[in-house]
């Protein structure tokens, strides 16, 4: 692909390393912005800027959040004794929308996938298994993506329990194995949800 522009060139070339953005898609939107007001691309930058400098970690469930401790986690309304846990803010957003879960989460911030070189040290497996062990929490509830990756992060996770004075259970197979919890329509999540099972008794079924 040719430019007639260095600067065309390097906002394609930036803006087709999205995922899921090749470089023809890439310069459709570079040519876009182009034609908007000068206002609005400087407002759009910002707003990338200010999510790569200013966006924070929940230190207690380590959601994305723009201050220490999410909206979530500060709610008094919320189940403190239940948390749900989930690979990434995309599955806390696919569980709020079904406005079945009043307890609170932990991101795990993706799965142990040895080919993909992710460990246990690379989650925040530990700071779970902590939280359990200071007492408030009577429940987990595994809600990771139904496929080797996530089955593997579950059993590791149970593992790291044993002998600790708490229910373990997994949203119920109304996710078809092998899905994405994301994809996963707001009523057949919902149910998963509310028809969680015993985490020993997932076990036995595979």
């Known amino acids: 692909m040719e430019f007639s522009s260095k600067l065309l060139e390097n906002a394609v070339y930036e803006i087709s390393q999205l995922p899921g953005i090749g470089k023809r898609t890439a310069l459709r939107l570079a040519l876009h912005l182009l034609k ?8 759009l930058s ?3 800027e200010n999510l790569r400098t200013q966006i924070k970690f929940c230190s207690s469930c380590h959601n994305i959040s723009d201050v220490a401790i999410c909206e979530i986690c500060a709610n008094p309304k919320r189940n403190e004794t239940i948390v749900c846990v989930v690979e ?4 806390v957003m696919a569980i709020e929308n079904t406005g079945q879960f009043k307890g609170l989460y932990h991101v795990l911030g993706g799965k142990i996938s040895p080919m993909e070189c992710v460990g246990p040290q690379d989650l925040t497996i530990m700071s779970l298994v902590n939280k359990v062990k200071n ?17 593997t992060t579950n059993f590791y996770i149970f593992k790291q329990l044993e002998g600790e004075s708490i229910k373990t259970s997994t949203i119920a197979r109304g996710i078809a194995v092998g899905d994405e919890l994301e994809y996963a329509d707001e009523v057949t999540l919902g149910r998963s949800i509310l028809n969680r099972i015993p985490f020993e008794n997932s076990m036995k079924a595979t």
Not at 36 to 41: G, K, L
Not at 88 to 91: L, P, V
Not at 135 to 151: H, P, R, Y
Request: proline residues 3%; glycine residues 6%; charged residues 30%.
């Open 46 to 48: 910002q707003s990338l």
């Open 36 to 43: 908007q007001p000068e206002e609005q691309t400087s407002r």
């Open 135 to 151: 007492g408030k929490v009577n429940e987990l509830i595994f809600a990771l993506s139904s496929t080797m990756e996530g089955d």
């Open 88 to 91: 990434d803010i995309r599955d």
